[in-house]
């Protein structure tokens, strides 16, 4: 089965443009925000960011999920920071083709999408924090890096695109 993690920090738009290679695909869809235990989740809001140690389960459960869905057959797309190497090679050990969607974004730009935002729990104030965490993509990882300069859509496709992937 094929797993796609669309990866990048807060405001880059990983749940839209996770959702449309979804349902384009028609995987299974999962927003990786909903495996952070609740501690995790008050912590963010509170404006603190989360340690290492803090993610470890977070991105275990994430793999455990896509490894469930992997044994039943089913190919998914997952939505997760995935901002260190580390925790990427933690994903990828799941089984099946594990491929990572590296969602980029000018800060400023990521910024305004943050302040815009009414339905989430993570303040702008934690953006500086995951940008001086983010290790992008490198040579030897499965993945693509795709610019969110245009609509949801056509980063969509450009992620298709870039994986060779078929998409309605």
């Known amino acids: 089965m094929q797993h796609l993690v669309v990866m990048g920090v807060t405001g880059t738009g990983k749940t839209t443009v996770a959702r449309l290679l979804a349902d384009r695909l028609g995987w299974t869809f999962a927003e990786g925000d ?10 963010m809001a509170a404006g603190t960011p989360l340690t290492d140690e803090d993610r470890a389960p977070w991105l275990r459960t994430i793999r455990d999920w896509v490894a469930e869905q992997d044994a039943a057959g089913v190919s998914t797309v997952v939505t997760c920071s ?10 990828a050990s799941a089984p099946g083709d594990v491929r990572f969607v590296h969602l980029t974004g000018d ?4 910024g305004e999408r943050m302040a815009a935002r009414v339905d989430h729990f993570m303040p702008v104030s934690l953006l500086p924090s995951q940008l001086a965490t983010l290790e992008p993509l490198e040579a030897d990882e499965h993945g693509v890096a795709v610019a969110v300069t ?13 994986l060779g992937l078929a998409g309605g």
């Open 34 to 43: 909903d495996f952070h235990p609740p501690a995790n989740v008050a912590a």
């Open 150 to 162: 245009a609509s949801p859509q056509d980063v969509a496709q450009a992620a298709l695109t870039a």
């Open 82 to 91: 995935a901002l260190r190497r580390r925790y990427r090679d933690v994903l």
């Open 107 to 110: 800060p400023a730009l990521v």
